[in-house]
């Protein structure tokens, strides 16, 4: 089997952070927000909004038509 050493080492970094909070998530996600905190950065948030969803989920409904499926016109 292959080793790379690369990941081998980012395994053992985990490691080592997760067992210096003693494998406690709660904790090692305070720390993680934490970090996020004083980085400095912008943090994007990448998830959907669920109107914009919907408008293509639920259109047939959303404009007041029937709810029969109408993205698969016939001819």
Excluded at 46 to 52: F, I, Q, T, V
Aim: hydrophobic share 30%.
């Amino acid at each position: 089997m292959f080793h790379d050493e690369i990941v081998e080492e980012i395994h053992r970094i985990r490691e080592e952070y997760s067992c210096s909070f003693n494998h406690d998530l709660r904790a090692i996600f305070a720390d993680l927000q934490k970090q996020q905190a004083e980085s400095g950065r912008e943090v994007v948030n990448l998830s959907r909004k669920p109107s914009l969803t919907k408008r293509w989920s639920g259109r047939a409904r959303d404009l007041g038509g029937d709810e029969k499926d109408t993205s698969h016109r016939s001819t």
